[in-house]
């Protein structure tokens, strides 16, 4: 007996955006396909589904019927599921009895105690942090704990287990870390959460523009380079958005400058000049954390309005509406989305009613202007 499947359909200009509940994934359909889905769903047999189509396209049937088994199979097919060796019984594991380092972080007014075994675990976490250190050691509001045992990072927040990873899913265990953190800044369940985007969140105060672009685009730099020009850096790398309000939420982190962009920076941040370096092999880049000039960590505010940025050398400046579906593609492979029905619902309404952009630019000032602009609603 095949599984039964759960679905959300969103039309969306001249396609169908589909999320399937078993496996919480994204596809874009063309409306022919994800009308077949519907009818299958439904009940309907496939030879009835394929008879209605074949008339419909004036094509054979036998065709049509090889067409809806193949995409029945493909839908519900069982996923492949990774196995991972980690350690099953956690029981065995004990928490070290001293730490190599304690550092303690104040957001807003909670004080985070973060408790690490060594220098490794410090390396995970500390950089993007270390603006927020404090030697305040009183009353710590949360306590998180990272520990490396038989080469995987274990993590605790308040004494309750977290998780574990192998050294090759640091970035996992990085992202965890950051949604227990945001939980705990905002007061909300990781079920309240509607996604969080791997991409930069910009504010004008009064609404919010999220800014992607694959690694070495300018998303950092031209973040950087709007904050020294009055907006406000939201989030970098991590923004998330609740599921109550849509809106984007403040996240406390630094912004990652790549060493090629000191040039462009340090006019504008001197500090960056004699601050620490970083080498991150596995992501083969070398950068230096700029601290965000927000002072309200408890910020959040609507976005609607989504740009792809990238600076090209000696390009003239090109700002262009650009295909919502084409934007989808490029915004959900590397984010994190909620896998509650309900949730994925609000995520496709959210998206739905986005303006989506493409900038290119090689001069600063008229990327400047530019995004100006759209917060003015005048692009």
Not at 129 to 140: I, M, N, P, Q
Not at 227 to 232: S, V
Not at 350 to 370: D, G, H, P, V
Request: hydrophobic share 40%.
């Amino acid at each position: 007996m095949k599984k039964k499947s759960h679905f959300l359909y969103k039309p969306i200009e001249d396609k169908t955006i589909v999320w399937f509940e078993n496996s919480n994934e994204y596809l874009v359909l063309e409306n022919i396909t994800a009308d077949i889905l519907k009818r299958l769903h439904k009940g309907i047999s496939v030879k009835e589904i394929a008879t209605a189509l074949a008339k419909k396209l004036a094509v054979p049937l036998e065709k049509t019927i090889d067409f809806i088994l193949d995409l029945e199979k493909k839908i519900y097919a069982p996923k492949s599921s990774k196995k991972l060796n980690v350690i099953n019984d956690y029981r065995d594991v004990k928490k070290p009895k001293k730490f190599e380092f304690i550092k303690y972080y104040k957001i807003n007014k909670k004080i985070f105690k973060v408790e690490f075994s060594s220098e490794y675990e410090l390396y995970l976490v500390h950089p993007k942090f270390a603006h927020l250190e404090v030697d305040d050691k009183s009353k710590a509001t949360h306590t998180f704990t990272i520990f490396l045992n038989h080469n995987f990072i274990f993590f605790y927040v308040d004494k309750n287990f977290i998780g574990a990873w192998s050294k090759n899913e640091i970035h996992f265990f990085q992202g965890k870390f950051s949604m227990e953190l945001i939980q705990k800044i905002h007061q909300k369940k990781e079920n309240k959460w509607m996604g969080v985007f791997h991409a930069s969140a910009v504010s004008n105060g009064e609404k919010s523009i999220l800014f992607l672009g694959d690694s070495g685009n300018g998303k950092s730099t031209s973040l950087a380079l709007l904050q020294a020009h009055g907006f406000t850096c939201l989030a970098d790398d991590f923004v998330p958005i609740d599921a109550e309000k849509k809106e984007v939420f403040s996240f406390p982190a630094s912004i990652s400058i790549k060493k090629n962009s000191l040039e462009t920076l340090l006019p504008l941040y001197p500090e960056l000049k004699n601050s620490a370096e970083y080498h991150f092999k596995r992501l083969n880049k070398v950068v230096r954390y700029l601290k965000p000039n927000n002072t309200n960590f408890n910020a959040h505010l609507p976005c609607k309005d989504l740009v792809f940025i990238k600076y090209k050398k000696e390009a003239d400046l090109q700002a262009t509406k650009i295909s919502k579906i084409d934007a989808f593609q490029q915004l959900v492979p590397d984010s994190w989305l909620s896998p509650s029905k309900e949730n994925a619902q609000l995520f496709l309404d959210w998206f739905a009613n986005l303006n989506c952009y493409q900038i290119t630019y090689s001069e600063n000032k008229k990327m400047i202007a530019t995004v100006s602009k759209i917060f003015k609603n005048e692009l």
